[in-house]
T-cell receptor, first 112, second 117 residues
């Protein structure tokens, strides 16, 4: 059974701090997606990475896909209260969303 | 609206009653998914519809759960004889038909929070 483990499970930091959250598996995925979910809302896609070693940047967020395509990280620079939310990673096969494997998420709170 | 719409947003029911949850996907999206999200659990896949193809029901946890999609648009998830363990947020997502080698973006609704007393 494919599993995605996310760490840490909970993270509470002050505005302006940097942080990294991780998404790890013993399985290889063809792609990996990161979503952010705010309370009372559905997840919203942040990025999709598909190539081992790939790095993508989205403003203050940097996403990396591991060389072996088994793990990924999300680094946030100078966190802001608006970054607060549940960060979910989802690993999948090619073109097949229904086979997405979801991690349990990292709940991030950024305090002003 | 332009997004995925789900109703009701909150539903409280008594054990043993039936409930229906509705999802109105983004216009033109032929793929529709139902997920369940419980506290401390990840997103649990329930069912997938793609166009006129037979739905993938492999994630439905029991025969009390069923879903249909009429006219390739609106979908209804029905839970019969609800149990307390059915309490969760039920999320609907849609996605455009065209999928290449890369899984496409899922567009989620805000979810329906079900509480079974």
């Amino acid at each position: 059974t494919q599993l995605l483990e996310q760490s840490p499970q909970f993270l509470s930091i002050q505005e302006g701090e940097n942080l990294t959250v991780y998404c790890n598996s013993s399985s290889v995925f063809s792609s990996l997606q990161w979503y952010r979910q705010e309370p009372g809302e559905g997840p919203v896609l942040l990025v999709t990475v598909v190539t081992g070693g790939e790095v993508k940047k989205l403003k203050r967020l940097t996403f990396q896909f591991g060389d072996a395509r088994k793990d990924s990280s999300l680094h946030i620079t100078a966190a802001q209260p608006g970054d607060t939310g549940l960060y979910l990673c989802a690993g999948g096969g090619a073109g097949n969303n229904r086979k997405l494997i979801w991690g349990l998420g990292t709940s991030l709170a950024v305090n002003p | 609206g332009a997004g995925v719409s789900q109703s009701p947003s909150n539903k409280v029911t008594e054990k043993g009653k039936d409930v229906e949850l509705r999802c109105d996907p983004i216009s033109g999206h032929t793929a529709l998914y139902w997920y369940r999200q419980s506290l401390g659990q990840g997103l649990e896949f329930l069912i997938y519809f793609q166009g006129n193809s037979a739905p993938d029901k492999s994630g439905l946890p029991s025969d009390r759960f069923s879903a249909e999609r009429t006219g390739g648009s609106v979908s209804t998830l029905t839970i019969q004889r609800t149990q307390q363990e059915d309490s969760a947020v039920y999320l609907c997502a849609s996605s455009p038909r065209h999928q290449t080698l890369t899984p496409g973006e899922l567009f989620f609704g805000e979810g329906s929070r079900l509480t079974v007393l």
